[in-house]
């Protein structure tokens, strides 16, 4: 083999060594980009399933327009694609009702005195005046219909508390035999609350400003219906929902039995924070929901979200190559007048060391003679 082909061969040899390790850098890289990822999502997960109290998922999507406030969506109120993380909730007291996070309020009901009906008001004060989540006062619960684990969970707010009264005491007080007490709308008047009430009405409630009707009766029937008991629980209702009546009154589980007032073992979690638009993407991938019916703006704000995460990596990283140039490039100009002033100074020194050199040359020179003269012998003057 001559030593062209020879030369030929170890070339290829060397290269194909050089794109094994080109691809074996690149492989690990790319393996490193995913372990990093991977890590990123363990960790965000992990916090989230921490901050929820162990509940998994920690985030739910809205499937519906129940909770909007008005036709399109809004950064701050749920609406149909949002993200919610949703938070655990050991007592009914880690919830704050409508009626307790709300200022000054009216209140109407009816009472009946010898069979007659008295119709009574009242102005009422929430203990937790201006709580606010998500546009409105008090928070918004994740709670399973009835009881109901394998049905998808409802997501609105608590608007107060309910428990049956069928004391005797208050059989007596009402045409149908029961009625209700609500401990949190209390004032001076009634400092342990409004008690065997059949039919409680709020005043000017939500973002439309309706009225809110519970009745005693048909939440004491809703829940004799589902676990031939009745019990206490939160009343509900979204937000986007027409009003008088609540959930109790109007909404029915998989099986056509109305909702009954929500038991705390049935509630999941408060929504808490918002994720806006990201849903979206879910509900439609799974059919889960029409396109049609996610906001106009939900899409834009969506798509515009993406670009941006898209885009901003590499405006960054733009800045910070053209950033490292021009330090590189001043880096540059500086050392080239270092290497300059170096060269001069390296110059001055060559300059001085020639001079020594030449003084050290003609010192030499002068000594030779000085030498010289001094070891010869004197000239001796004839006598005359």
């Not at 060594?17 to 990123?40: E, H, P, Q, T, W």
């Not at 149909?80 to 996070?101: A, F, N, P, Q």
């Amino acid at each position: 083999m001559t030593k062209r082909k020879m030369g030929k061969a170890v070339e290829k040899a060397r290269e194909a060594r050089r794109r094994k390790r080109r691809a074996m850098r690149s492989a690990i890289g790319f393996g490193k980009d995913v372990l990093v990822a991977v890590v990123i999502v363990l960790v965000v997960m992990g916090t989230l399933y921490a901050y929820s109290g162990g509940i998994w998922p920690p985030m739910v999507v809205v499937e519906s327009e129940s909770m909007m406030h008005g036709t399109d969506s809004q950064i701050g109120i749920i609406d149909t694609g949002d993200l919610t993380l949703v938070k655990k909730v050991d007592t009914r007291h880690d919830i704050v009702t409508y009626v307790e996070g709300r200022g000054t309020y009216t209140a109407q009901w009816t009472e009946y005195i010898q069979n007659v009906t008295v119709p009574k008001s009242g102005t009422f004060h929430g203990s937790k005046a201006d709580y606010r989540a998500y546009g409105d006062y008090g928070d918004v619960i994740i709670y399973q219909k009835n009881g109901r684990s394998v049905e998808t969970p409802v997501i609105h707010r608590a608007m107060l508390w309910f428990v049956p009264n069928v004391t005797d005491a208050c059989k007596s007080k009402t045409l149908m035999g029961v009625g209700g007490d609500y401990p949190d709308i209390k004032n001076s008047q009634y400092p342990k609350g409004l008690t065997c009430i059949p039919e409680l009405t709020l005043k000017d409630v939500g973002y439309k400003h309706e009225e809110l009707t519970v009745s005693a009766q048909i939440m004491i029937g809703n829940a004799i219906n589902i676990q031939k008991t009745a019990f206490a629980g939160f009343i509900t209702k979204g937000d986007h929902n027409p009003g008088p009546r609540p959930d109790q009154g109007s909404l029915y589980d998989n099986l056509a039995r109305a909702f009954a007032p929500n038991k705390l073992d049935w509630v999941v979690g408060k929504a808490v924070g918002e994720l806006p638009w990201f849903g979206a993407l879910k509900l439609v991938a799974s059919r889960a929901v029409p396109s049609d019916r996610i906001p106009p703006s939900s899409w834009r704000g969506l798509v515009t979200t993406i670009v941006l995460i898209i885009v901003i990596p590499f405006i960054i990283d733009i800045a910070i190559s053209m950033y490292s140039k021009k330090m590189a490039k001043k880096k540059g100009t500086k050392d080239d007048e270092d290497d300059e002033e170096e060269e001069k100074e390296q110059e001055d020194r060559r300059d001085d060391a020639k001079e020594k050199i030449e003084d050290v040359d003609l010192d030499d020179e002068y000594g030779d003679e000085f030498k010289e003269m001094a070891t010869s012998k004197p000239v001796k003057k004839n006598k005359q």
